[in-house]
């Protein structure tokens, strides 16, 4: 059961009553429906519902964001997920160490020429 | 049913006949059983082959090394999965960008000593 006393996201597109022990409805509210279609469609809701039974009441919302996240990107994406995200962050990586390698040899040389 | 014969990881593991169009056969082999126990604890078997399904051929082995990937990382880290690499990486970048800012920035000082 919802904070406010209606059904959580899950439980209306369950089609279900909302027990008042609901483990989505602290994750799933009302007001953002998208959010429990994203993690139903690729994990199934009594995968979601296992993942988070399985966690620490004080990480469960943690885990709900994570899991959101990955089932949203693995809808818009449904060949690299968030794996697709992980690849450009390592190319932005590898472009920022290059300059920076890059800039480091100049200043080097700079430094000699000064030296010298 | 695999390439040499025998049934794939997800037939072994769910104890049935390999079919001859097993969607899983090319992507988890018998010699990997942990890359199928994974997928199909966080996604559950039958969404691993819709999502598969759902793709045309020539993209189905990236889809099932992500959806391998992020399964892996779940299953190491419940709480954050994969979200916890993203978040080391946006770390790695920042770090990367401050000393790259701090070094162009000393070259400049260089520069304009040299020029001076």
């Known amino acids: 059961m919802m904070p406010g006393g209606g059904r959580c996201a899950a439980c209306k597109y ?4 909302c027990p ?5 409805s602290h994750y799933f509210p009302a007001n953002d429906p998208q959010r429990f279609v994203c993690v139903h469609k690729i994990y199934g809701a009594s995968n979601v519902a296992k993942m988070l ?3 620490p009441a004080n990480l469960q919302a943690e885990a709900a964001d994570s899991l959101s996240f990955e089932a949203r ?3 818009e994406d449904p060949v690299y997920g968030c794996v697709g995200i992980i690849h450009r962050l ?5 472009n920022a160490e290059t300059q920076l390698a890059r800039t480091q040899a100049q200043l080097s040389v700079f430094i000699s020429t000064r030296i010298d």
């Open 14 to 17: 369950l089609r279900r009553r």
């Open 20 to 24: 008042s022990d609901c483990i989505f």
């Open 53 to 55: 039974q399985q966690l």
């Open 73 to 75: 990107h693995r809808v």
């Open 90 to 94: 390592h190319e932005q990586i590898h």
